[in-house]
């Protein structure tokens, strides 16, 4: 293919896969890449319409229909379904810009794509998968990838090079349990698959906050950490930037949410989320409705439309003077609100690092997949947050609920938690400022793309 073209010529092309968690970093990414001047072109694979397109032209957009996976269709099916549309549109694609005067130079492809490193290889076009995970719950999907960390463990806790000693709650949940989503512990286990083969694999983190771990994984593969990927207008207060990520896969009233917590005191209020994947139980639902009404704390809860049936009944009428609950709401501008104290977390890897660059300590309640490590990290390696205790047949109660969130909200500790909160932003905010950590990275991709 033809090198040596101009900034604005070098054409990068960007899929994540169709989740909103996978979505938000790589549709920022893309805007990113865009402000150094690359043409980017984002592929996204779900229905959108005009009010969810990224506010910002500044990336171009191409859809490749798939969709989202139907109510009755299995993981398994759906992943397959994905790859058998996604794969030839994207020759297509590919293809077609190739014959015109942008040809790809690279495809940035979701780490859980790793089979589309074989399609632009024959394209002879650069992958570079892009990994929306921690780097440290990555390393430890790779130890087992490599055969050094073996399943089922043979011991309460591991020892992993660079990372704390883990106990097996502190290990991302398939490490315990393999079987019950056997598509997704697939998916994971091939995110390894074709790294020898490629120049950069992207971190949405950043090295600052994940140093040791960093270090290690640089020693064994090209990885870059661009990370936080979240609108620089929240870090550095430029104001070109947009206020959200865009591409929502949820509808939500923004203007509800804001103008609630105008109304409040600084810091009085707790956040409450758990994404846009984990699904409580209805006891554990109830647990946490009461534990929250019993913290005496205001409170703005996403509950999603599918979820709200588990709400104890008249909650949301004997707690409306206190708690707001919707069904989605603009998380970056809800966490950048003056008025909210903490939150409370899943610990999916966005949220968390969205917190940690807006300042904001956590109540880490994990549920799954990657968030209970990121729990441990939060707790005790960032020192910026507790995590809930899970009680007798896996119920964190309403009294666990209700300390923790006072622990962060009034105590001692809660102090500490803050101030370390507060030192994460500015780190934060260095690393993707020019001449920071990530800001580096990004710039010598760009350069090496540039000059090659
Ligand atoms: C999960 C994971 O735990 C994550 O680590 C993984 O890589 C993808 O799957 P999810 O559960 O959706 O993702 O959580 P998270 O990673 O926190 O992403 C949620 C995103 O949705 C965040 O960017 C958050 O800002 C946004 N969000 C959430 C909203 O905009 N509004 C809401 O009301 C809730």
């Known amino acids: 293919m033809e090198r040596g073209r101009g900034v604005g010529e070098t054409h990068v092309l960007v899929i994540p896969f169709p989740v909103q968690g996978h979505i938000n970093p790589m549709l920022q990414f893309s805007k990113r890449l865009a402000s150094k001047g690359l043409k980017v072109t984002l592929i996204t694979t779900t229905p959108t319409n005009k009010s969810k397109q990224p506010q910002s032209s500044s990336i171009n957009m191409e859809h490749i229909p798939v969709g989202l996976q139907g109510e009755e269709e299995s993981l398994d099916d759906y992943l397959e379904r994905f790859k058998l549309i996604v794969s030839p549109s994207l020759v297509e694609l590919i293809g077609r810009y190739n014959g015109s005067e942008y040809p790809a130079r690279v495809l940035v492809y979701d780490s859980v794509m790793s089979w589309a490193q074989d399609i632009v290889e024959r394209l002879s076009v650069d992958g570079a998968p892009f990994f929306t995970q921690s780097c440290a719950v990555s390393t430890i999907y790779y130890h087992v990838n490599q055969g050094a960390l073996k399943i089922p463990l043979e011991g309460p806790t591991v020892s992993i090079p660079s990372m704390p000693i883990l106990g097996v709650n502190d290990l991302p949940s398939f490490i315990n349990d393999t079987s019950s989503y ?60 947009d206020k959200d990520y865009g591409l929502s896969l949820f509808k939500q009233n923004a203007e509800a949410c804001i103008t609630w917590l105008d109304t409040k005191d ?187």
């Open 182 to 241: 056997p598509a997704l512990w697939s998916l994971i286990k091939t995110q390894f698959s074709n790294l020898e083969k490629v120049n950069w694999v992207f971190f949405n983190t950043f090295s600052e906050l994940e140093d040791e771990v960093v270090k290690w994984l640089a020693s064994e593969r090209p990885i870059k950490t661009i990370g936080p990927t979240i609108p620089s207008m929240y870090l550095d207060r430029r104001l070109d930037d």
């Open 266 to 452: 600084t810091g009085s209020v707790i956040y409450v989320s758990f994404g846009s994947l984990a699904s409580l139980g209805e006891e554990q639902m109830e647990e946490l409705a009461w534990g929250l009404k019993r913290s005496n704390s205001q409170f703005l809860w996403v509950v999603r439309e599918l979820e709200k049936k588990k709400l104890p009944s008249n909650f949301v009428e004997e707690t409306s003077e206190k708690g707001l609950v919707v069904s989605w709401c603009p998380q970056l501008e809800v966490l950048a609100h003056k008025a909210v104290g903490c939150f409370m977390t899943h610990c999916g890897w966005n949220s968390t690092l969205e917190a940690l660059s807006l300042g904001v300590p956590m109540v880490a309640m994990p549920q799954w997949t990657d968030q209970t490590t990121n729990a441990k990290f939060v707790e005790d390696v960032w020192g910026v947050g507790v995590r809930v205790k899970v009680g007798e047949n896996g119920i964190v109660k309403r009294e666990e609920i209700k300390e923790c969130i006072r622990e962060v909200m009034e105590g001692e500790r809660g102090n500490v938690m803050q101030r370390n909160a507060q030192r994460w932003k500015e780190l934060a905010k260095e690393a993707v400022n020019e001449g920071g950590s990530s800001d580096n990275n990004i710039e010598e991709f760009v350069a090496r793309l540039v000059c090659s």
